[in-house]
């Protein structure tokens, strides 16, 4: 099989200012079919005009994109019927109740209105929202808005959704909810391309992520591969008696060959290590000299590391504001 | 069931029958047929009328606006200008159903303009359907609104001791044409709507434009009692036309020119703006 063939969306060398902002500067992407594929970025790094253009809903001022073989510019009309957005913000009519929003969509996709009213029963009831069928929408919780927000993306089942920022301000349970139901999703062959701000979203959904800053693509591979290019990880130990941590300090600094951190805690330290096989050889060496270790740890780096080292700053996300200003145009 | 490698044992146990459920609606991956750019602008049309089910209130300018305006101007102004109420009204009816649809029509531009600013015109703009339909659909919604109010003043003035002429006929050809050029009008708001960045921009200017238009005209006095400049703004203006054919169509007296004039405006109004709306439609 040829890898184009392969390729649900591929990118290459997009381009949108908005005056002197350039929200997306070059930006290359290929996203296997069958896959998840996480554009991981803080807000404001051009995730969301990104997917805009991969959408139709916005030409590239240069580059070019094909979705499933057809040039979102040239076909944008054929790229339309093989994809499905759910945007960041409010996708369905608020006015209107959870039943009435899905048979729009249903009709204005060419379902008679018997086979409309169906689909939209079926869907409410898939995504747990039988109940809330006949109330607005603008009385849903934040949960269920975003589970009618995706549901009206799969009135018909798209070939690849992209999910702008699926998860952002929802509760723990409602977001596991909506990894649930985007796992399903994959499983029965639909491509997602979901932009995040979460690593953690990415790490557990995606096959490959992107990370994006500044509207260049920074990094890319699978989360492991990502982790892997900051150091195998760090390893975390903790000693029974305080006493002897000057000692271990002094043990592990030879041992691994980098420098130990001391943590607040006064029976703990940390390093960085670039191989793991050294590790087991220093604590090894720590348990003879009589060092009492009470418990150690290697641990993969986390997405919020890579991010740090690959930006030099952090990932986290300006919880003031929720809005990517990005959205605006 | 889930082949993905990365998915978590979570998807498997935390919601069972959300899943199976969820699979089964996914099962099918068939596509209808790609529906008529009719069909999808009635769907949206269709939806214009959900949201006048669900926000009722809405219909206040379409209903207690004509009224307050008939009541005020056949009661303040009828006995100084035509010697009584009641033969006022007889002048002033055509005239003030005029006013009172084109008004409405600026909330075209509102309503599109208030639209777009949340994000579901985004998910309209992503689907693949005849372009126009979302706009077409909206103007049909509205047509409907233009109806309302326009029952509103003649069933009103009816009441009041309107008699027209035409009789019923030539009152609902008045209506029809009325609709009909308000349609044309409507593309004007639609342009404004995504012009202008806000909602309230939109009702400022529209308003802007609606009052000098409307009042500058022959609506409510004979424009020969007017100084020579304001007669010749008056004999051009679009809406003195407009209401010369509604007075000639209700009084039974209207001619083929008025009625044709009124058509041709429309025509040209929409070929003016709905490319010109098309164009920005696309290009936001």
Known sequence: MSTSSDLAVEASGLVKHFGDTHAVDGVDLAVRTGTVYGVLGPNGAGKTTAVRMLTTLSQPDAGTAHVLGHDVVREADAVRGLVSLTGQFASVDEDLTGTENLVLLGRLLGYTRAQARERADELLTAFGLGDAADRQVKKYSGGMHRRIDIAASIVVTPEVLFLDEPTTGLDPRSRNQVWDIIRVLVSGGTTVVLTTQYLDEADQLANRIAVIDHGKVIAEGTSGQLKASVGVGAVHVRLRDPDQ?????????????????????????????????????????????????????????????????????PAEPDTTSESDEENAA | ?????????????????????????????????????????????????????????????????PVIFTLMFTYLFGGALAGSASDYLQFLLPGILVQTVIITTVYTGFTL????????????????LWRPSPL?????GDAV?????????????????????????????????????????????????????????????GMMIIMPVTFASNIFVDPSTMPSWLQSF????????????????????????????????????????APLTMYLYRRR
């Open chain 2, 136 to 140: 077409v659909g909206a103007l049909l």
């Open chain 2, 234 to 273: 008056v004999d051009v203006n679009p809406i003195s036309h407009l209401v010369t054919a509604e007075r000639g169509l209700m009084s039974g007296t209207a001619s083929a020119g008025d009625i044709g004039w009124v058509l041709v405006a429309t025509v040209a109004l929409t070929a003016v703006f």
């Open chain 2, 1 to 65: 069931m889930s082949t993905q490698p990365s998915a978590s044992p979570r998807a498997g146990t935390s919601s069972t029958t959300v899943d199976d459920s969820l699979a089964a609606a996914l099962s099918s991956r068939s596509r209808p047929s790609r529906p008529s750019g009719v069909t999808t602008s009635l769907t949206f049309g269709w939806r214009a009328l959900l949201k006048i089910k669900h926000v009722p209130e809405q219909l206040f300018d379409v209903t207690i606006t």
């Open chain 1, 245 to 313: 941590r000057p000692a271990a300090e002094q043990q592990l600094t030879a041992a691994l060959g980098v420098p130990v951190l001391l943590d607040h805690d006064p029976v703990a330290l940390t390093a960085r290590v670039e191989n793991s096989d050294l590790v087991a050889h220093a604590i090894a060496e720590l348990t003879a000299s009589g060092i009492g270790v009470a418990e150690f740890s290697l641990g993969q780096p986390s997405l919020d590391e890579v991010f740090l080292a690959l930006t030099g700053r």
């Open chain 2, 145 to 205: 609104r233009y109806a309302i109010a326009s029952t509103v003043v003649v069933v009103l003035g009816l009441i009041l001791g309107f008699r027209p002429d035409g009789g019923v006929v030539g009152v609902l050809g008045a209506v029809l044409i009325l609709l009909v050029f308000a349609s044309g009008i409507g593309w004007i708001f639609t342009t404004l709507g995504l012009v202008l960045r806000t909602p309230n921009a939109v009702m400022g200017v």
């Open chain 2, 113 to 128: 303009n208030t639209d777009i600013s949340k994000g579901v015109f985004d998910r309209f703009r992503s689907l693949p």
